[in-house]
């Protein structure tokens, strides 16, 4: 496990470059992000340790980065006071540029993996924007009316996106829709529908609704999202039965989780980042072998906790984190387990989750 | 139903999307807009030489040109779009023109019977003549319309048209002309005599009017009674807040006009100090005269001081402690029970005062000034201060409580409530890690006023003192005042109770947003308006 300490900031985003296996952007922010400035660090992972190759300064918190499909040196940051940011690593000190449409805090930015000409933020102020970097203004801009904590281009296809929000529903967005009245709003699903009922079971009481705070697409499984938030609980849904609620549901985790993301090897396995302190990597039962056992089990019987759904289960924690975990990122390169996370603790790990993983 | 059921890249699923597209208004005017080839009397049409016989026919006089030059009108406003039509007909004008002013004239068989256009033409121009004569005065803004379409290139003979049209206007250039010398005729001192009697007389009905509005018909009698100068002041200061809010600032400016008029009428002060607190504090300087008359037995000139304590609340002089006092001024008067009359105003001013003080000054404004001394210090100089520990004592009380109540009352309360709550969720939590956590810690402080955010930095409090700031002067105006806020206020001045408090607290900006999130609301005091973001 390797460490670096973000002194000063607050980790509240961890990504690993798309082109370089050894390079990991950190946003953080002072003061938990509370007030004050923010700060991106390029990080590289060396033979001595990992070492801040650069970082930025920022006027406000800094609460998600994304790095450019399209250009290996830059970035994207999400700030505080409303601001979307492309920097250069090359360059010093200042932004490329800086887009400032949003009326409150982005929380999410991210950029469309296979377009890649065009990129997403999503802010407090209930709206997700579409932007061209060569373009001074937003494309398109997308309502959701409520605070939307993640959105996310799907990984499939260019077109597609999805945010989750405060007001617990996952939204999906298909730009080829004519503009018109929904405005490009394809499904807007209530995450905290309880599943179907099954044979043998009572049927499910109701949950109430709750601020989901992250979710994410399976990168192989085009119909597949995951979803999770302050209920403490990770659902999968699939968009083609969207009504049928979520096909898998993971309880765990003690307080609310605020990142996830499917592993880019493994089709069934996800990691979390919560404010309970910990990252843990899941298995959504999906997989052959692994999930057929946990299925049965279901089949047979209510698990202990009533809300395990799906065949999932927790497969291993990584507790070193001492504040919350907010950030937690896969690498795509090399062997399959190793991630980096980032919390409140000013740190940045780098793991292997095969060592956690039983 | 179907929609979320089906993948949302079905092709079918898009196309059907697409006939069902939701066509605004604009859309439908674009897509239906037609070439200009099928507009109203474009040129290229087959009826044009048809036409212009007609219109030559028209022109000539056939049908009592002079009444046409006399009472030329522009057209009325349902023809007007015709003009402008010769580039591009919808199809609702085309429709519409067919309608209202040539039957036949779109019926492609006209060319080829020429036989039949006299009698097309005579209908079409008696229409318009008929047109003509049943339109109404026009409105100078159709003038200038009309006279704008003139200027483009019309394709019905613009030249002969513009003639006729140049006929009518020039006598109204010289009608006006004619007036203007008439004036100059008029004896200028004859003519200052009529213009102040019409403005009397203006005066008169516009204040017969005001007078009207008033319900009281006491009020209204005293209204009336007003000399001439007084009734022009009111009409002015009425005029002057007119626009704005007629029906509430009415009352309140009669209100205000009748008790200066009480207040002028009072004898004249000739003590030096007590001049001085009347310039400066009028409302005390009216308690003192209350108290005095009460205390010498002259009941009858106390109320209208009682009145007029009524009347200055509405001037604003920015300080409560005058206004407080003022309120116990009067309590002790109502607490002697002088009669019926003079304590029950007593009593509706001490209310309006309430009113007024505690829907102005915010309950959440960082303090507000409490000046008290000033107002004994100059009372004991005019030597006015032989009783009153009572007062003393209860003015002390309520500082106290003031002074209570403040500290829990700036945007660093919030801050500490958010904290509380953040820390009460995680309190059953004792694991190691949450007990040792900085954020936590951080937490903590906060919500026991250790620590406080001052514009982008965590302030240690213990290490500063800066307490006891006076009150920013706000450049905003005061809100209303609510007349119903003493039903649903606490008038004992403990702690407000905030029912919205609860969903409130957690969100990063207070807005309405629920926000259940348990850490997020660590934001919750986050202030895009602070400083730094400037």
Redesign the interface.
Same mark, same amino acid.
């Given at each position: 496990m390797l460490e670096f300490r973000t002194q000063g900031y607050q980790g509240y985003s961890v990504k690993y470059s798309p082109f370089f296996d050894s390079r990991i952007a950190v946003a953080g922010s002072a003061n938990f992000g509370l007030v004050g400035n923010g700060r991106i660090y390029i990080l590289g992972l060396t033979a001595n340790g990992i070492v801040a190759e650069k970082w930025f300064d920022t006027q406000d918190s800094l609460f998600d980065t994304t790095w450019s499909e399209a250009h290996e040196n830059q970035l994207l940051t999400a700030g505080g006071d409303g601001s979307v940011k492309l920097f250069d690593i090359t360059l010093s000190d200042f932004p490329v540029q800086s887009w400032q449409e949003h009326a409150r805090e982005v929380f999410a930015v991210h950029w469309n993996l296979v377009g890649k000409d065009t990129f997403l933020s999503s802010s407090w102020d209930g709206t997700i924007k579409i932007w061209n970097p060569q373009s001074s203004s937003s494309l398109v801009t997308l309502p959701t009316h409520s605070c939307t904590y993640s959105a996310e281009f799907s990984p499939h296809s260019p077109s597609l996106l999805s945010s989750v929000s405060s007001d617990s529903h996952l939204r999906v967005f298909d730009l080829r829709t004519p503009a018109s009245a929904s405005n490009h709003l394809t499904l807007n699903i209530p995450i905290h529908t309880p599943p179907k009922p099954r044979m043998g079971t009572p049927a499910p009481v109701g949950i109430p609704p709750s601020e989901a705070l992250t979710h994410d697409w399976n990168k192989y499984r085009d119909t597949i999202l995951a979803t999770a938030g302050v209920d403490r609980l990770i659902r999968t849904f699939d968009i083609r039965m969207a009504a049928a609620g979520p096909i898998a549901v993971l309880p765990g985790h003690e307080y609310a989780v605020r990142r996830i993301t499917w592993s880019p090897h493994l089709s069934d396995i996800l990691l979390s980042a919560s404010y309970d302190m910990t990252c843990r990597v899941w298995t959504d039962g999906s997989a052959m072998g692994t999930g057929n056992a946990g299925m049965m089990k279901q089949e047979n019987m209510l698990d202990a906790q009533g809300m395990v759904y799906g065949g999932g289960r927790e497969m291993g924690r990584m507790g070193r984190h001492t504040e919350f975990a907010t950030g937690v990122d896969w690498c795509l390169f090399g062997a399959e387990g190793w991630c980096a996370s980032t919390g409140w603790d000013e740190r940045v790990l780098v793991w292997d989750a095969r060592a956690l993983m039983q | 139903?179907a929609?979320?059921?089906?993948? %949302?890249?079905n092709a079918l699923q898009?196309f059907q999307?697409?006939s069902t597209?939701?066509r605004t208004l604009q859309q439908d005017r674009l897509t239906s807009r037609q070439s200009p080839s099928q507009g109203f009397r474009s040129s290229s049409g087959p009826n044009t030489g048809v036409l212009d016989a007609e219109f030559n026919a028209f022109e000539a006089g056939h049908t009592g040109a002079p009444q046409l030059h006399q009472r030329f009108h522009p057209p009325p406003p349902a023809l007007g779009p015709q003009f402008a039509q010769h580039t591009h007909a919808p199809n609702w004008a085309s429709d519409f023109q067919r309608l209202s002013l040539a039957p036949s004239y779109p019926q492609p068989l006209q060319q080829h019977h020429p036989a039949q256009a006299p009698s097309a033409a005579a209908s079409w121009h008696q229409d318009f003549i008929n047109q003509q004569a049943s339109t109404v005065q026009a409105s100078p803004q159709q003038h200038a319309g009309f006279g704008g379409h003139t200027g483009r290139s019309m394709t019905w003979g613009p030249t002969t048209f513009q003639g006729s049209l140049g006929a009518p206007v020039s006598n109204v250039a010289q009608g006006k002309q004619r007036a203007r010398e008439d004036v100059e005729v008029f004896d200028e001192a004859a003519f200052a005599q009529a213009f102040e009697q019409a403005q009397q007389d203006q005066l008169h009905t516009d204040f017969e009017q005001l007078v009207s509005k008033i319900d009281d018909p006491t009020v209204r009698d005293k209204l009336r009674l007003y000399p001439e100068q007084q009734r022009m002041e009111l009409m002015e200061s009425y005029n002057s807040v007119q626009a704005s809010q007629e029906e509430k600032n009415l009352s309140r400016i009669l209100e205000q006009t009748e008790r200066t008029r009480i207040l002028d009428s009072m004898p004249i002060e000739d003590d030096p100090v007590l001049l001085h607190i009347k310039e400066t504090r009028p409302m005390v300087y009216a308690a003192i005269k209350l108290k005095n008359d009460i205390d010498l037995g002259n009941y009858s000139d106390a109320l209208p001081w009682i009145e007029q304590l009524k009347g200055l609340d509405n001037i604003q002089s920015g300080d409560v402690s005058e206004e407080r006092w003022c309120a116990d001024a009067l309590q002790n008067v109502v607490e002697r029970h002088v009669s019926s009359e003079i304590t029950s105003a007593a009593e509706s001013t001490i209310m309006s005062i309430n009113e007024r003080i505690m829907s102005q000054q915010s309950l959440l404004s960082a303090g507000v000034p409490v000046s008290q001394d000033r107002i004994w210090e100059e009372l004991a100089a005019a030597g006015y201060t032989t009783r009153t520990p009572l007062q003393e004592q209860r003015t002390d009380q309520r500082s106290e409580q003031k002074k209570e109540e403040q500290p829990l009352r700036n945007d660093d309360d919030e801050m500490a409530e958010t904290a509380g709550k953040l820390l009460e969720r995680?309190a059953d939590?004792t694991s190691e890690?949450?007990q040792?956590?900085?954020?936590l810690e951080?937490m903590r402080r906060l919500r026991d006023r250790e620590v406080r955010?001052e514009?982008?930095?965590?302030v240690d409090v213990s290490s500063e003192q800066t307490l006891s700031s006076p009150l920013p002067a706000t450049a905003t105006a005061p809100p209303e005042i609510d007349p119903m806020i003493l039903d649903y206020s606490a008038q004992d001045f403990g702690m407000p109770v905030d029912s919205g408090m609860e969903e409130v607290g957690l969100s990063?900006?207070s807005t309405n947003? %629920?926000?259940?999130?348990?850490?997020?609301d660590?934001?919750s005091?986050?202030n895009?308006n602070?400083p730094?973001?400037k």
């Amino acid at each position: 496990m390797l460490e670096f300490r973000t002194q000063g900031y607050q980790g509240y985003s961890v990504k690993y470059s798309p082109f370089f296996d050894s390079r990991i952007a950190v946003a953080g922010s002072a003061n938990f992000g509370l007030v004050g400035n923010g700060r991106i660090y390029i990080l590289g992972l060396t033979a001595n340790g990992i070492v801040a190759e650069k970082w930025f300064d920022t006027q406000d918190s800094l609460f998600d980065t994304t790095w450019s499909e399209a250009h290996e040196n830059q970035l994207l940051t999400a700030g505080g006071d409303g601001s979307v940011k492309l920097f250069d690593i090359t360059l010093s000190d200042f932004p490329v540029q800086s887009w400032q449409e949003h009326a409150r805090e982005v929380f999410a930015v991210h950029w469309n993996l296979v377009g890649k000409d065009t990129f997403l933020s999503s802010s407090w102020d209930g709206t997700i924007k579409i932007w061209n970097p060569q373009s001074s203004s937003s494309l398109v801009t997308l309502p959701t009316h409520s605070c939307t904590y993640s959105a996310e281009f799907s990984p499939h296809s260019p077109s597609l996106l999805s945010s989750v929000s405060s007001d617990s529903h996952l939204r999906v967005f298909d730009l080829r829709t004519p503009a018109s009245a929904s405005n490009h709003l394809t499904l807007n699903i209530p995450i905290h529908t309880p599943p179907k009922p099954r044979m043998g079971t009572p049927a499910p009481v109701g949950i109430p609704p709750s601020e989901a705070l992250t979710h994410d697409w399976n990168k192989y499984r085009d119909t597949i999202l995951a979803t999770a938030g302050v209920d403490r609980l990770i659902r999968t849904f699939d968009i083609r039965m969207a009504a049928a609620g979520p096909i898998a549901v993971l309880p765990g985790h003690e307080y609310a989780v605020r990142r996830i993301t499917w592993s880019p090897h493994l089709s069934d396995i996800l990691l979390s980042a919560s404010y309970d302190m910990t990252c843990r990597v899941w298995t959504d039962g999906s997989a052959m072998g692994t999930g057929n056992a946990g299925m049965m089990k279901q089949e047979n019987m209510l698990d202990a906790q009533g809300m395990v759904y799906g065949g999932g289960r927790e497969m291993g924690r990584m507790g070193r984190h001492t504040e919350f975990a907010t950030g937690v990122d896969w690498c795509l390169f090399g062997a399959e387990g190793w991630c980096a996370s980032t919390g409140w603790d000013e740190r940045v790990l780098v793991w292997d989750a095969r060592a956690l993983m039983q | 139903m179907a929609d979320a059921l089906c993948g %949302p890249s079905n092709a079918l699923q898009n196309f059907q999307k697409h006939s069902t597209v939701d066509r605004t208004l604009q859309q439908d005017r674009l897509t239906s807009r037609q070439s200009p080839s099928q507009g109203f009397r474009s040129s290229s049409g087959p009826n044009t030489g048809v036409l212009d016989a007609e219109f030559n026919a028209f022109e000539a006089g056939h049908t009592g040109a002079p009444q046409l030059h006399q009472r030329f009108h522009p057209p009325p406003p349902a023809l007007g779009p015709q003009f402008a039509q010769h580039t591009h007909a919808p199809n609702w004008a085309s429709d519409f023109q067919r309608l209202s002013l040539a039957p036949s004239y779109p019926q492609p068989l006209q060319q080829h019977h020429p036989a039949q256009a006299p009698s097309a033409a005579a209908s079409w121009h008696q229409d318009f003549i008929n047109q003509q004569a049943s339109t109404v005065q026009a409105s100078p803004q159709q003038h200038a319309g009309f006279g704008g379409h003139t200027g483009r290139s019309m394709t019905w003979g613009p030249t002969t048209f513009q003639g006729s049209l140049g006929a009518p206007v020039s006598n109204v250039a010289q009608g006006k002309q004619r007036a203007r010398e008439d004036v100059e005729v008029f004896d200028e001192a004859a003519f200052a005599q009529a213009f102040e009697q019409a403005q009397q007389d203006q005066l008169h009905t516009d204040f017969e009017q005001l007078v009207s509005k008033i319900d009281d018909p006491t009020v209204r009698d005293k209204l009336r009674l007003y000399p001439e100068q007084q009734r022009m002041e009111l009409m002015e200061s009425y005029n002057s807040v007119q626009a704005s809010q007629e029906e509430k600032n009415l009352s309140r400016i009669l209100e205000q006009t009748e008790r200066t008029r009480i207040l002028d009428s009072m004898p004249i002060e000739d003590d030096p100090v007590l001049l001085h607190i009347k310039e400066t504090r009028p409302m005390v300087y009216a308690a003192i005269k209350l108290k005095n008359d009460i205390d010498l037995g002259n009941y009858s000139d106390a109320l209208p001081w009682i009145e007029q304590l009524k009347g200055l609340d509405n001037i604003q002089s920015g300080d409560v402690s005058e206004e407080r006092w003022c309120a116990d001024a009067l309590q002790n008067v109502v607490e002697r029970h002088v009669s019926s009359e003079i304590t029950s105003a007593a009593e509706s001013t001490i209310m309006s005062i309430n009113e007024r003080i505690m829907s102005q000054q915010s309950l959440l404004s960082a303090g507000v000034p409490v000046s008290q001394d000033r107002i004994w210090e100059e009372l004991a100089a005019a030597g006015y201060t032989t009783r009153t520990p009572l007062q003393e004592q209860r003015t002390d009380q309520r500082s106290e409580q003031k002074k209570e109540e403040q500290p829990l009352r700036n945007d660093d309360d919030e801050m500490a409530e958010t904290a509380g709550k953040l820390l009460e969720r995680v309190a059953d939590n004792t694991s190691e890690k949450f007990q040792n956590s900085q954020f936590l810690e951080l937490m903590r402080r906060l919500r026991d006023r250790e620590v406080r955010v001052e514009g982008d930095k965590m302030v240690d409090v213990s290490s500063e003192q800066t307490l006891s700031s006076p009150l920013p002067a706000t450049a905003t105006a005061p809100p209303e005042i609510d007349p119903m806020i003493l039903d649903y206020s606490a008038q004992d001045f403990g702690m407000p109770v905030d029912s919205g408090m609860e969903e409130v607290g957690l969100s990063r900006h207070s807005t309405n947003e %629920p926000i259940t999130d348990e850490i997020s609301d660590q934001f919750s005091y986050y202030n895009v308006n602070a400083p730094y973001h400037k």
